[in-house]
C-alpha cells in the first residue's frame, strides 16, 4: 500500500506545532477533512509558510504517519489575500469555516462541500463591505441546505399553509421554530410556546447549546463529524425561550431569498421594500436578525456552538432586533 497520496484541500485551521511547525487542518475534495503537519512552515522564508495560511487553495501530496500525516509537497492553486485586509470578511471566513469542521467527514470525498466553501470564499472577498453580511448569512443557509438540515422558510412546517410575507402590514409577523424545523403560523407558534417540541432524534430532551460567551475558555476540536453521537448540552430556561421567535415580514421576505442561488441586489430588495411601505436606509439590521435566527438553529441541529459568532456581534453591531 503507498504511503503516499495527492489531494486537492483548503486550509480552514491552523496550530502552531513545535519550534517551527504548523498542524493544519486540511478540506480536500477527495478525502474530506484530513489534519496533517506543514514542516518548518513557521520558519523564515519557508516555501511552506504562505502556502500553509488559511484559505489557501494547494495541491497536496502527503505522507501517511503513524498518527498525524505530513505535508510533503504544496502547490497553491487558489488564495483569497483580500479577505485579510478586511477584518469582518475574515472573520465572516473564520464563520464559515468553522461550520465546515462541523459538518465535513473524513476519509470520505467532500467535493460539493469543497466546492460550495470556495466559491463562498469568493463571493465574500469580492463583496462591498455593505454587503458582507449578506453574504456571510446566505452562505450560512446554502451550508445547511447541503447537510440536508436547512429551515423550511416557505410554508408552515407543521400545517404546510404557504407563508408569503405581507409587506404592507408593519406589524404581520411569523413564527419561526427551531425544534419544528423552521417557519409556522403564529397559531402553531403558540402551541409550540405552551409545550416545547422535543428535541432532535439524537437528544431525547428538549435541550439548547449553550454558546460561551466572550473571555470564556474553551478549546475548538475538529470533530470530524457531527452525526456519529450526542453531546451533553446545557439548557437555561431563556435557551428554550430562544428555540421560538417571531419573524417579521421583511425579515421572513431576506429569509427566503436565501434558499436561492443567488441574492438579488441589495437596491432592489430594498426597493420592493419602499413599495410596500416600509422603509430603511439600511439592510444590515434585518440581516443581522436573519443571521441569529440562522445561527441559532445551526447550533441546535449541528450540536455545536459556533465559537466565531461573538466576533460576529461585535463587528457587525448594531441595534438589537425586535
Not at 506543514?38 to 487553495?57: D, I, T
Not at 463571493?123 to 458582507?132: G, K, N, T
Request: proline share 6%.
Amino acid at each position: 500500500m503507498s504511503r503516499t497520496y495527492k489531494a486537492t484541500g483548503i486550509n480552514l485551521k491552523s496550530m502552531p506545532m513545535g519550534e517551527s511547525d504548523r498542524l493544519l487542518t486540511i478540506l480536500t475534495r477527495e478525502f474530506g477533512l484530513v489534519r496533517a503537519i506543514a514542516m518548518g512552515s513557521r520558519k523564515h522564508n519557508s516555501r511552506m509558510g504562505g502556502r500553509s495560511e488559511l484559505f489557501v487553495v494547494n495541491e497536496l501530496m502527503f505522507a501517511k504517519g503513524r498518527s498525524l500525516d505530513k505535508i510533503t509537497q504544496a502547490e497553491t492553486l487558489e488564495s483569497y489575500p483580500r479577505l485579510g485586509q478586511d477584518l469582518r470578511k475574515l472573520i465572516a471566513s473564520q464563520y464559515l469555516a468553522e461550520l465546515c469542521l462541523h459538518q465535513a467527514l473524513s476519509d470520505q470525498p467532500q467535493e460539493e462541500l469543497f466546492y460550495l466553501f470556495n466559491e463562498h470564499l469568493a463571493r465574500l472577498e469580492r463583496s462591498p463591505a455593505s454587503q458582507v453580511l449578506a453574504h456571510l448569512t446566505h452562505a450560512v443557509f446554502q451550508l445547511l441546505v447541503l447537510a440536508g438540515v436547512a429551515p423550511q422558510v416557505h410554508l408552515c412546517c407543521m400545517t404546510r399553509v404557504t407563508l408569503p410575507p405581507d409587506l404592507t402590514d408593519c406589524n404581520w409577523r411569523i413564527g419561526f421554530s427551531i425544534p419544528a424545523g423552521g417557519t409556522v403560523t403564529l397559531a402553531v407558534l403558540e402551541q409550540l410556546l405552551v409545550k416545547p417540541a422535543p428535541r432532535h432524534h439524537q437528544v431525547a430532551e428538549a435541550t439548547a447549546v449553550r454558546v460561551p460567551q466572550v473571555g470564556e475558555p474553551h478549546a475548538m476540536s475538529d470533530t470530524t463529524a457531527v452525526t456519529s453521537r450526542p453531546v451533553k448540552v446545557y439548557q437555561p430556561s431563556q435557551a428554550i425561550a430562544s428555540l421560538h421567535r417571531r419573524l417579521s415580514a421583511p425579515e421572513l421576505m431576506l429569509m427566503q431569498h436565501l434558499a436561492e442561488a443567488t441574492l438579488p441586489e441589495p437596491e432592489a430588495l430594498l426597493a420592493q421594500m419602499q413599495m410596500a411601505g416600509e422603509s430603511y436606509g439600511t439592510l444590515d439590521p434585518l440581516w443581522q436578525s436573519v443571521e441569529h435566527a440562522l445561527r441559532s438553529y445551526a447550533q441546535y441541529y449541528l450540536d455545536r456552538p459556533i465559537r466565531s459568532a461573538s466576533l460576529i456581534d461585535a463587528c457587525f453591531a448594531t441595534a438589537n432586533p425586535a
